[in-house]
Every structure is written in C-alpha cells, then in structure tokens.
C-alpha cells in the first residue's frame, strides 16, 4: 500500500505507529493510500490529532488508531503507559477514533462536498500492537484489532478487510466503489496539510518555525525516495532542491544513518544547524576526510555540479555502504550549471552517475524567485528556472554609479527607504561580485559598522538582526528577500554567467543592481547574445 509520507519520521518515537507504518507498506494493495498523520519533524496544531492514520481505499475511508504499550480500563476511565506512570484518566481508544472521524469527516467536507452526498462511508479500527483488551459494549470486534490477531503486522490486512465489510453494513446508502477522481480528490485535499516541512529559513531557536506548503511536483518528487535506491533530480535555482534534499534526509533518517554533503561551506553550516537528527551528519565536500573508516546508509549531494568529477565520486563512494553502483543516494543538480560553468563540470563523470540513477527533471516550478526575477536571469543567461509560482513583484532596479564611494552612497539611500517602509535590515543582503570586503563599496557605506559578515553568522547561534554582506559563493544555495549586487565591474561578466546567474537568483522579491561604468553595456550584450541563442533574432 502506498503511504504518505513515504518515510516515517525519526520525530515518530511510538514503536507501535512504526510497527503499524511498515505493516501498511508491507500489504499488497495499489489502489489504497494511507496517510500517517503525526509525522511532522515539528508539530503544530493539527486538522486530526487523535487518528494516527487515515487510509483511503476504494471502499471507504478507515480512520486506524494505535495505542502502544500497556493500556488498561479502570471504572469506565482508560490509562496509558506502564505501571506507576501510566497516563489517564482519558477517553477511550474507540471515542477517541470516532470523535475524530467525525471530526475529520466535516473538515474534508467543506473541501470536496459533503461525504454521504458522495456515497463515501467512514469507519475506524482501533489496533493495539502490544496487548489485548477485554471485550466491551463499547465496542464490536471488527472494530478492533489485538496483539494476538496482530502478529507482528501480518494480521493488518485481514483487519482492514473485516472492518471494511462492518463499516459498509452499516452503511448502506455507501456507493462503491468510489470513484478514482473522487479519491485522488480527497487526497489532494487532505495531503498538503500533512506535508508541511519546516522552512529552511526557519531558526531553531524561533518560537514560531515556519512551515511550507509542498507542491504536488514536490511531494511526487518526495515518494520517489522510497521507491528508487538512486536517484537524480535536477532543477534551476529557486526550484526548491535543497529545500526537498533536507525533507528527503529527514525522512530517510528515520531508517538509516544519512550524509548530506555540499561544495558550500556555508550552505553545509545552515544545513547542520537545521537537519537536528541524530541519523543525520551534515558536512562541506572538503571536510569529509574527517569521516574516514565510516560508512553510511544514505548519501545526499546538493549542488552536485560543483563535484562532478571522478576524484570527488571516487571520495562519495568510500563513504557508502554499497559504493555508488550498489548504494542508496540521492544527487540534487542544477542542469544550468553545465552550460554556464562547464569548465568546473566533467561530462564523462556526469555520464557515469546519470546511468547509475532514475533521472527526474528538470523541476518545472520555481518557488523562491518573482515572475519578474526569473525573466531577468533567463534573458540575460538563458537559463532555465522553471515557471515561477511566487507571484508577480517589483522589476529589478538598476543604478548607475561611478565609484565605490558613489555607490555606497546609493546603497545608503536605497537600504534607509526599505527601513522605512517596514523592511527589517535583516531581510536584506549585499552581494559583493568582486568577494573582496576590504575593497566593497559597503566598506564606505554609513552602516558599515553595523554589517555582518554572512560567512560569519551562517550556522551559529548569534541572531542576525542586521544587514548582510556576502560573496557570490558564500551565498550560494542561500536567499534572502532583497539582493542587492554590489561591486559589479565590467570583468566580472566576463565569461562568469555562472557568477551571475547564482547572484540574481538569491533573491525571492526584490533585486537591486548597482552598475559601475560599463558594466550596463555588457548586460546588454549579453541578453542580445542569450536572444540569438534562443532564435529570437537572426
């Protein structure tokens, strides 16, 4: 049966929500879908709390309930847990899975209609994987499943089935089976809300941690992990790749010892204070010598252009049990890195992977960057980011300055309107092309003082309440909300669309642009050039 998410998260401590996860996976059904309902890394207020899985099959929605480890009923009140420390009174298993079946059934309704008016029957099965309760009024023995009739999980099918049948009986006005479209429907309705993955912009010493909603490209994507041992996904900037990497880590974690590994420095240092998990270690491409005489499970690679040669694959492979050709692993690659920096990229070790991996790609949706910004980089680099779903935003501004001190001035004036109008410095960062802090024009500029180094702050514990100053590699595989591209010579085009391309594309709203002499001229240049390469012009 398939069941979503495809990977149990290590945040699920109850053996017996594992046990009844695997033994779901485990039942030879490919019309069903069941969907585990506490599998968030963080948690917040939930639609279903009480049921631990939902599963749609053809038939009906069945509500499972799993309560693991000793449970006992004592004068009509029910305590869970061990003795001494048991907890309760609360109600029992059955109220608590009918309470939230109907509960479940009035939200789902607002989003595809009304259940019954559709002929789609709703039942519940209580499972407890680790004893057997004495028989009640309460409830009737279809509606539950025992340690004995369990079997280690080799019982649930047969449950699921016998609940089916009482659930319909009582029912009858139920129209099955329910329509494919109907199913898929309700899927669409109920998954997102039980697909939302921590932001990767969110601090861990936040209150309040952000959450993302994933596209149904992304949570295709996601599912992918547990069906194909090795896997390739490609995508644009702003497509979502390290966001998907750290989910797909998070959830192999659960089963496994996982290495994520980058050629960025800073963007392993955000990753190692994100990906908490014990399972997890999160290491820059040139510190895995540290790891030598170790092997893991499962191997993730962002960025994995920036390492697409022999001696670095020869590097991965030592580190995983099975090597590359036997191994499970998952590269995340950004196709327009071969094109723009092809100097950096071997073909023939590209090759080697590619016929190793199920290759998807590229990603269609750009989730990071504004209609406005996706055109900008694509006219001046034909790079192919994806079709962007953040919404239309401002066009990017571009000034002209004549020194560095004539831009720190510009750069002054444009960072204090932000301010007033409500931006928080901290939404914006400065992108140096030259990379060189001792010669930046954001050295001259009155908040100079007051500018941290992002290579500085990324990964530690002190808050970044200020501007941001960066180079162009340093913030690769980052973003903020305002980019402004500072230092911009004339040389700094030259044969450098990589450089460029990974400047523009950090970020997610607005791009100002400060052009030194000459360089507005070659941007000209280069949007005729990438015009000719499209065809556009003869």
């Known amino acids: 049966m398939r069941i979503v998410p495809s990977e149990i998260s290590s945040s699920t401590r109850s053996q017996a929500e594992r046990s009844v996860f695997a033994a779901l996976k485990a039942i030879p059904d490919t019309h069903s879908v069941a969907l585990h309902t506490v599998h968030l890394p963080q948690h917040r207020k939930k639609r279903v709390g009480e049921i631990d899985f939902v599963v749609i099959t053809p038939e009906m929605l069945l509500f499972i309930e799993v309560k693991g480890g ?16 048991e907890v309760g009174p609360k109600e029992s298993p059955f109220s608590q899975a009918n309470g939230g079946m109907h509960a479940f059934d009035r939200e789902i309704g607002e989003l595809v209609g ?10 519940y099965l209580v499972v407890t994987p680790d004893v057997e309760l004495l028989r009640t009024t309460e409830f009737q023995p279809e509606q539950y499943l025992g340690a004995a009739s369990y079997d280690g999980g080799r019982g649930l099918a047969h449950a ?36 939302l993955v921590p932001n990767l912009q969110s601090r861990l010493n936040h209150l309040d941690v952000a959450f993302e909603r994933l596209t149904h490209e992304q949570l295709d994507r996601l599912d992918e992990v547990d069906s194909n041992a090795r896997l390739i996904w490609k995508g644009g900037a702003g497509t979502g790749k390290t966001f998907l990497a750290a989910e797909a880590a ?6 496994g010892s996982v290495l994520f590994t980058c050629a960025s420095t800073t963007l392993a240092a955000h990753l190692d204070r994100i990906l908490v998990e014990d399972a997890i270690t999160v290491l820059p491409f040139h510190r895995l010598g540290e790891l030598r005489g170790r092997t893991f499970a499962y191997l993730i690679v962002d960025e994995a252009q920036d390492l697409m040669t022999y001696d670095r694959l020869d590097a991965l492979e030592k580190l995983l049990s099975g090597g590359l050709t036997e191994g499970q692993w998952l590269f995340m690659l950004d196709q327009n890195n071969q094109i723009l920096a092809p100097e950096t990229f071997d073909p023939e070790a590209w090759a080697y992977v590619a016929d190793l991996g ?44 004549y020194d560095a001190k004539t831009e720190a ?28 802090w001792e010669t930046s024009s954001a050295r001259l500029s009155q908040r100079a003082s007051k500018i941290e180094r992002f290579a500085d702050v990324v990964g530690t514990d002190r808050t970044r309440h200020r501007l941001t100053w960066s180079s162009v590699p340093d913030f690769k ?22 450089a460029l391309y990974v400047a523009l594309t950090r970020a997610r709203a607005q791009l100002w642009v400060a052009c030194r002499p000459g360089t507005r001229q070659i941007l000209s240049d280069l949007t005729l050039a990438s015009l000719k390469r499209e065809g556009s012009l003869r």
């Open 114 to 123: 009304d259940l019954r008016n559709h002929g789609v029957a709703s039942g």
């Open 409 to 436: 001035d510009q750069i002054d004036r444009y960072v204090d309107r932000l301010v007033d109008e409500g931006v928080s410095p901290r939404d914006i960062t400065l992108v140096s092309a030259s990379g060189d």
């Open 477 to 498: 595989g980052h973003e903020n909300h305002v980019v402004c591209l500072i230092d911009l010579e004339p040389e700094h085009l030259q044969g450098r669309l990589d």
């Open 358 to 401: 199920f290759q998807y790609g590229p990603l269609k949706r750009n989730c990071r960057n504004t209609v406005q910004i996706v055109e900008q980089v694509r006219a001046y680099t034909g790079a192919n980011m994806g079709v962007a779903v953040a919404g239309d935003g401002d066009p990017a501004q571009y000034v002209d300055t």
């Open 250 to 255: 998070r959830r192999k974690a659960a089963s």
């Open 70 to 85: 000793r449970v006992s009923q004592q004068d009509g009140k029910w305590y869970y847990g061990p003795p001494g420390r």
């Open 160 to 195: 699921i089935q016998r609940a089916t049948r009482f659930w319909l009986k009582r029912n009858r006005w139920a129209a099955t089976p329910i329509p494919a479209s109907l199913r898929k429907k309700m899927l669409e309705a109920i998954r997102p809300d039980f697909d």
